[in-house]
């Protein structure tokens, strides 16, 4: 898959359902479903207690809005960064979301995720 190749828009077509779940099973803290579609590298740092913590911690991390808006994206070596203007139901203010996407045994999965 030439991942790199692909438009922006393309890319935001690609990473807006995987965001989109991100958000979704961050909110309601299911660890199965906010990892499953990270790669090997990213499953063996997100354990499931890590996560937990991160959730008990970070009240950001479970009010995320449902709304955002695409920012655009960076190419770098084998991996696309896909950046968020990511908005909390709870905390004021704006927050950058960063998804960083790369290919996997020829599946597109989730090498980097963060929201600051």
């Known amino acids: 898959m030439k991942l790199l ?3 922006d828009k393309e890319i ?10 991100l958000v979704k099973t ?3 803290k ?12 990213m499953l063996y740092g997100a354990n499931e207690v890590e996560l937990g913590k991160q959730w008990a911690n ?6 995320l809005s449902e709304q955002q808006e695409f920012l655009g994206c960076i190419r770098r070596a084998q991996f696309i960064t ?8 709870t905390m004021p203010g704006e927050f950058l979301g960063r998804l960083v996407l ?7 999965k989730i090498f980097g995720a963060t929201i600051y």
């Open 5 to 7: 190749e692909k438009s």
């Open 12 to 21: 935001q077509e690609i990473a807006q359902p995987i965001w989109d779940n």
């Open 26 to 28: 961050s909110n309601i």
């Open 30 to 41: 299911d660890y199965g479903g906010f990892t499953k579609d990270f790669s090997s590298q």
């Open 58 to 63: 970070n009240k950001l991390l479970t009010s």
């Open 82 to 89: 896909v950046l968020y203007k990511q908005t909390s139901n």
């Open 102 to 108: 790369g290919v996997e045994d020829d599946v597109i």
